[in-house]
């Protein structure tokens, strides 16, 4: 397993905000200006149109609305050539319900069966979208398959070692066919599961205490290390969970993946606080920002006999990314009430080891004004939302005016590449000042 370099700036294109693959070649010129090392290219297989990209119908091919895949090459070769390496989006715990590995699996085809979760009944896991119910009665309404986000997202059962070399293929396909550099991960934490009914005590918990059913490190570890062994790239999990050592477990000497990310910095998680509730003022993302980009990879852990206690030993490598920002949630300005050059001054100044930034995110943006009707809304979490604040009552104006501020839609928008231009031509714009943040943060 290779690592990330110290100092390592890795930049995110969401390509549905995209006019295809070309528009993203053009402008990569941009992104190696920031100094770029890496480029996280989030999903752009053929989908089935339900959450952005992260619903896919072929893990193998690219939707023919961003253009073909000799495009895609084209657009890595392009990457290559400006000296930064390109990381496919991985979505490896579900598939699109248009899959033809689920359709194989609802007609009860032998070789499919297993790909899957199969219960007789609902065992009282919800969803991340909503909080509603995690299982989907299918077939005759006798059987269940589990979706730990949409309905039409059906997770997959990585205890089947057929599931496990599909997946190995896949990347082996993208890595020996089309030179891709390496893999961002879509919730590996999710992918070692125990299925088993919640108790009544976790139901009255958010999400139905589910961290307890697949946030197993021994069983990630070693399903990862299976697809990804003997392959020269490198790998950046996402990671749902503030704790310093289950990334600790996951990356690095102790893990399967070369770095992971949460959203513990973005959230101002520090030593005070910690995962309380607070607003991230300037001093607590300070904190936060000095934790959560340096954390090292462990070497070895070491018990004294005389007193039991464990000493910790590390190595000089970051194993996780600082990300502030994603097509995950809204603009960081927006969020904090921080202006841009603030921010930049706080993430870079605070030295960590792995940087991420979104499209856009180099020019302090604010988030875009959003609309006052749902059905102007693309994103499905927002629309879910959006359903449940009705059903308890809240009028629609209401409802929409709750979640503007948090939605992801404020980061799925296109870049203006119109502000974009201007702000190149100004010595004292928020991207002048980015790009100088991140000069001095290399050269540090």
């Not at 202006?339 to 940087?355: A, Q």
Request: hydrophobic content about 35%; some cysteine.
């Amino acid at each position: 397993m290779n690592i990330f370099p110290e100092k390592s700036l890795i930049y995110q294109l969401y390509p549905s905000t995209w006019e295809g693959f070309k528009a993203m070649t053009e402008f990569l010129p941009r992104i190696k200006a920031l100094h770029a090392d890496y480029i996280w290219l989030s999903p752009c297989y053929p989908s089935g149109g339900i959450d952005g990209g992260y619903d896919v119908v072929d893990y193998c091919a690219v939707d023919p609305k961003y253009g073909t895949m000799d495009d895609l090459d084209e657009f890595v070769r392009a990457a290559h050539e400006l000296g930064i390496k390109v990381l496919m989006d991985l979505v490896p715990n579900h598939t699109s319900t248009e899959h033809p590995w689920f359709k194989a699996f609802e007609k009860g085809e032998p070789r499919y069966r297993d790909y899957y979760y199969r219960t007789k009944e609902d065992l009282g896991w919800r969803n991340t979208f909503d909080g509603e119910s995690a299982f989907e009665p299918f077939g005759d309404g006798t059987q269940y398959y589990l979706h730990l986000f949409h309905r039409k997202q059906a997770d997959l059962n990585w205890e089947n070692p057929r599931v496990r070399t599909e997946f190995r293929e896949i990347v082996k396909f993208w890595v020996e066919r089309h030179k891709i550099d390496g893999f961002r991960i879509d919730v590996p934490t999710h992918l070692g599961k125990r299925l088993k009914a919640v108790s009544w005590l976790e139901k009255k918990l958010p999400f139905g205490g589910m961290q307890n059913y697949f946030m197993r490190t021994e069983q990630i570890n070693e399903y990862l290390r299976e697809i990804f062994s003997g392959f020269d790239i490198v790998t950046l999990g996402e990671v749902g969970t503030p704790l310093v050592s289950f990334c600790e477990k996951l990356a690095g000497n102790h893990g399967s993946m070369s770095a992971v990310y949460n959203c513990a910095t973005r959230l101002a998680f520090d030593h005070f606080f910690y995962c309380l509730p607070a607003w991230p003022s300037k001093k607590r993302l300070e904190r936060a920002l000095k934790k959560w980009g340096h954390v090292k990879a462990l070497k070895d852990v070491m018990v004294r006999r005389t007193t039991g206690f464990a000493i910790f030993t590390y190595e000089e490598v970051t194993i996780n990314a600082v990300m502030l920002e994603s097509h995950d949630h809204p603009r960081y300005p927006s969020y904090t009430m921080m202006p841009g050059r603030e921010i930049f001054e706080l993430l870079f100044s605070s030295n960590p080891g792995i940087v991420m930034l979104y499209q856009g995110q180099e020019l302090g943006l604010p988030n875009p004004p959003l609309m006052d009707h749902i059905s102007d809304y693309k994103d499905i979490q927002t629309i879910l939302n959006y359903e449940k604040l009705l059903r308890k009552g809240m009028s629609p104006e209401k409802a929409i005016q709750s979640l503007k501020h948090t939605s992801r839609e404020n980061a799925r928008r296109p870049v203006d590449l119109a502000v974009y231009e201007a702000e190149e031509h100004d010595s004292h714009s928020t991207l002048a000042f980015c790009k100088k943040a991140i000069e001095n943060w290399k050269l540090s």
